[in-house]
């Protein structure tokens, strides 16, 4: 069972250039989200969906977008990538919305140069 | 907006030593309380988790929490720590009818053989 798969894991990008980040779940959540990981930060919330079609800003949502086309991917994309995106960027799923465990990918390196 | 404090940063311990972290959050309302864990190159997992009832938690590996309301905190405990609990600790709280966990800034424990 491999719970949910961040793909790439590691991305260095150019000031300007574009990307997108994948997460699949194979748990059937309706639930999803990005975070980003910035030193003495935490986690901070990017995007979320509540289900397949839907999605909603976050905490920190500028300068992404989110899609959630099926219900098993949330794909974040950077359209013009700034140096203040470096992070790392953590996808998570859950089955409820307020009380449920989040399950969390394993994370995604991006260095914006 | 609701924040979560976790006062610690970095924690050194020594095998066989008392663990308590600190986490205090703002939110006047009802709230549901989170711990989970980052072991180096892993995840993020949920160590444990407090609703409503006892205020006092147990979670995996021996580790507990306990919820005082009056001081707006969730501190983790653990009676004696092993090498093998070295890792990340992150604090995290979502109001009750709310649809955003909050993360605290994380402790980073290096627990020393």
């Known amino acids: 069972n491999a719970g949910v798969t961040q793909t790439p894991k590691f991305r260095v990008l150019k000031t300007g250039q574009s990307m997108t980040l994948l997460c699949a779940q194979d748990?059937?959540?309706?639930?999803m989200y990005w975070y980003r990981q910035d030193p003495g930060m935490g986690l901070r919330l990017i995007h979320y969906?509540?289900?397949?079609?839907?999605?909603a800003k976050g905490e920190v949502p500028d300068g992404y977008n989110v899609s959630r086309l099926k219900k098993q991917n949330f794909l974040l994309g950077l359209e013009s990538a700034a140096p203040s995106q470096t992070s790392v960027y953590f996808c998570?799923?859950?089955?409820?919305?307020?009380?449920?465990?989040?399950?969390f990918g394993e994370g995604s390196r991006l260095t914006v140069l | 907006a609701q924040s979560v404090s976790q006062h610690n940063h970095h924690v050194i311990l020594s095998e066989a030593a008392s663990l308590e972290l600190g986490c205090n959050y703002s939110?006047?309302?009802?709230?549901?309380l989170f711990w989970y864990v980052q072991y180096p190159g892993q995840h993020l997992q949920l160590l444990l988790k407090?609703?409503?009832?006892?205020?006092l938690v147990k979670g995996i590996k021996g580790f507990e929490a306990e919820f005082i309301k009056s001081k707006f905190s969730f501190n983790l405990r653990k009676p004696s720590v092993q090498w093998s609990d070295t890792a990340e600790y992150f604090c995290?709280?979502?109001?009750?009818?709310?649809?955003?966990?909050?993360f605290g800034t994380g402790t980073s424990l290096t627990v020393i053989p």
């Open positions: 998570a799923s859950s089955r409820e919305l307020n009380t449920g465990e989040l399950f």
């Open positions: 748990m059937n959540h309706e639930y």
């Open positions: 969906s509540v289900g397949e079609g839907t999605t």
């Open positions: 939110y006047g309302g009802t709230v549901n």
């Open positions: 407090y609703f409503s009832g006892d205020p």
């Open positions: 995290a709280v979502n109001a009750a009818t709310g649809n955003q966990f909050y």
